[in-house]
């Protein structure tokens, strides 16, 4: 079964700083890997995907992941935050068609 | 598009009393997703149908649940009889056939609230 670990269940940043989430995955072939994003009483959406077509992903609001095989993560991160990042964030790992998705990470932005 | 429906986004009752969550995917998707979230457990994938078909529904908790999907327009999740455990934000999904990395759209979700 394919899952992933994100590192740090709450990150709190300043405004203007740059965001870093940890995820790591665990995976018995190459794995599809997406980031999803969650503001408060909203549904999910999709910030980035890992199709294999490049190891440095750039996704929507300016962020972006890198896959690294060798350290099995897929870490995301945007150089400069804004109030409006603030949300929780889901590492996600396809199983198939279904998505197995981390326990999040809540992040604060601090002006 | 208006994107993946859910119904009731608010729903409030006694233990006891039986619970249905609907949902309307993405007019042209042909696979739909359950999937509940709670503090305890996160994000949990409840069944998924393709083409209506029930495909997997090893995560629905117990029988207590059930789904459905009549028609390619609209899905039910019921659930009886309720408990507060079951208290939780459910959420539907859908996406359509193909490559792995094609989008899955969410739904606003559901929140239950069972007393």
């Known amino acids: 079964a394919q899952s992933v670990t994100q590192l740090d269940s709450h990150v709190s940043v300043s405004e203007g700083t740059p965001v870093l989430l940890r995820c790591n995955y665990s995976?018995?072939?190459?794995?599809?890997l997406f980031w999803y994003v969650q503001h408060p009483n909203k549904g999910l959406q999709l910030l980035l995907k890992?199709?294999?077509?490049?190891?440095l992903v750039k996704g929507i609001n300016g962020f972006e992941a890198e896959f690294k095989k060798s350290e099995t993560s897929f870490h995301l991160t945007k150089p400069s935050a804004h109030m409006s990042d603030a949300a929780e964030y889901f590492c996600?790992?396809?199983?198939?068609?279904?998505?197995?998705f981390g326990k999040g990470t809540s992040l604060l932005v601090t002006p | 598009d208006a994107g993946v429906i859910q119904s009731p986004r608010h729903e409030v009752t006694e233990m006891g009393q039986e619970v249905t969550l609907r949902c309307k995917p993405i007019?042209?998707?042909?696979?739909l997703f359950w999937y509940r979230q709670t503090m305890m457990r996160g994000l949990e994938l409840l069944i998924y149908?393709?083409?209506?078909?029930?495909?997997?529904d090893s995560g629905m908790p117990e029988d207590r649940f059930s789904a459905k999907m009549p028609n390619a327009s609209f899905s039910t999740l019921k659930i009886q009889p309720s408990e507060p455990r079951d208290s939780a934000v459910y959420f539907c999904?859908?996406?359509?056939?193909?490559?792995?990395?094609?989008?899955?759209?969410f739904g606003p979700g559901t929140r239950l609230t069972v007393l």
């Open positions: 007019s042209g998707h042909d696979y």
């Open positions: 995976s018995s072939y190459s794995p599809s």
């Open positions: 999904a859908s996406r359509v056939s193909g490559i792995i990395t094609d989008t899955q759209y």
């Open positions: 890992y199709t294999s077509a490049a190891t």
């Open positions: 149908f393709n083409n209506n078909v029930p495909i997997d």
């Open positions: 996600v790992v396809s199983e198939g068609y279904a998505l197995n």
